[in-house]
């Protein structure tokens, strides 16, 4: 009686076949709720358009979720933490960009702050995003060091736990992205004074692993590009960037990584324990 149940068992066919889901893990600019907020209207769409499912995997800071992507738990990304030469020897490749305004990597203290000076940080405590933010930590912190400057480095997590420990007296001044800083002040009704500024580098990139086939990539890649031509795509663009008080044609457009020079520049001169 058993064998015969058996039997019939494996003699039922297969009904369902198993849907690849490909991670994608966009660096926290803001808190966790406001970062999904943004990304999972993108991702749906793009997963629709595409017929390539996207999941959205973050961690609680942006250091968290760099973690994911150096683990190999990550097949896109919205980042600018691969520039780096050990790196570049992952084999990630940039398909993409936000098409926003040039930005900056800037140390900033509030509006009515007595520091006018980058001098007078010397031995106060700055706040950064976190250890792996290049625009936001490793270039202005490089700066300070270029400077002989010393300073207590302190992580808030992402740029606006930075700032709101700034805006609470916690530390004295911020390792900022411009962009992202200009986001949390119109949000926040804040103002800074800017006591650094480098030059203008571009927004973080849109970047696919290599084990992901090629055909799922660039099924990906013209989903992500297609929204700024697209009915659906441009209203999506114009809520997520209200959200995040980008402008609302911040559309992503194709890149062939050309854009980063600056970023592998940095690298070359930048101190070991920053690269």
Same mark, same amino acid.
């Given at each position: 009686?058993?064998?015969?149940?058996?039997?019939?068992?494996?003699?039922?066919?297969?009904?369902?076949?198993?849907?690849?889901?490909?991670?994608?893990?966009?660096?926290?600019?803001?808190?966790?709720?406001?970062?999904?907020?943004?990304?999972?209207?993108?991702?749906?769409?793009?997963?629709?358009?595409s017929?390539?499912?996207?999941s959205?995997?973050?961690?609680?800071?942006?250091?968290?979720?760099?973690?994911?992507?150096?683990?190999?738990?990550?097949?896109?990304?919205?980042?600018?933490?691969?520039?780096?030469?050990?790196?570049?020897q992952l084999?990630?490749?940039?398909?993409?960009?936000?098409?926003?305004?040039?930005?900056?990597?800037?140390?900033?203290?509030?509006?009515?702050?007595?520091?006018?000076?980058?001098?007078?940080?010397?031995?106060?405590?700055?706040?950064?995003?976190?250890?792996?933010?290049?625009?936001?930590?490793?270039?202005?912190?490089?700066?300070?060091?270029?400077?002989?400057? *010393?300073?207590?480095?302190?992580?808030?997590?992402?740029?606006?736990?930075?700032?709101?420990?700034?805006?609470?007296?916690?530390?004295?001044?911020?390792?900022?992205?411009?962009?992202?800083?200009?986001?949390?002040?119109?949000?926040?009704?804040?103002?800074?004074?800017?006591?650094?500024?480098?030059?203008?580098?571009? *927004?973080?990139?849109?970047?696919?692993?290599?084990?992901?086939?090629?055909?799922?990539?660039?099924?990906v890649? *013209?989903?992500?590009?297609?929204?700024?031509?697209?009915?659906e795509?441009?209203?999506?663009?114009?809520?997520?960037?209200?959200?995040?008080?980008?402008?609302?044609?911040?559309?992503?457009?194709?890149?062939?990584?050309?854009?980063?020079?600056?970023?592998? *520049?940095?690298?070359?001169?930048?101190?070991?324990?920053?690269?």
């Open positions: 009686m058993l064998l015969g149940l058996s039997g019939l068992l494996f003699l039922v066919p297969a009904t369902a076949q198993t849907v690849e889901i490909y991670n994608f893990s966009p660096v926290n600019q803001y808190g966790i709720n406001l970062t999904a907020a943004y990304w999972n209207p993108i991702i749906a769409y793009v997963s629709q358009k017929g390539v499912k996207l959205l995997k973050i961690g609680r800071t942006s250091a968290d979720t760099t973690s994911y992507v150096l683990a190999k738990e990550v097949d896109f990304a919205f980042t600018n933490h691969l520039f780096s030469p050990d790196r570049q084999g990630w490749k940039v398909f993409g960009r936000r098409k926003t305004p040039p930005l900056h990597a800037q140390l900033v203290v509030p509006a009515d702050s007595p520091i006018t000076d980058l001098a007078q940080l010397a031995g106060q405590d700055v706040a950064f995003p976190g250890p792996e933010a290049l625009v936001a930590y490793k270039m202005p912190y490089a700066h300070l060091l270029s400077r002989g400057i *010393d300073i207590k480095v302190v992580f808030g997590g992402n740029m606006d736990a930075a700032l709101v420990q700034l805006s609470t007296g916690k530390v004295k001044a911020v390792g900022a992205n411009s962009q992202l800083v200009e986001s949390f002040a119109r949000r926040e009704k804040k103002a800074y004074r800017i006591l650094w500024s480098s030059d203008p580098v571009y *927004d973080l990139a849109l970047m696919v692993s290599s084990k992901v086939p090629a055909k799922e990539a660039k099924a890649a *013209d989903a992500f590009v297609g929204m700024a031509t697209d009915v795509g441009m209203e999506i663009i114009r809520k997520v960037s209200k959200l995040v008080e980008l402008t609302e044609d911040a559309v992503f457009v194709a890149s062939n990584g050309s854009e980063y020079k600056a970023y592998y *520049d940095f690298f070359k001169t930048a101190p070991a324990h920053l690269r």
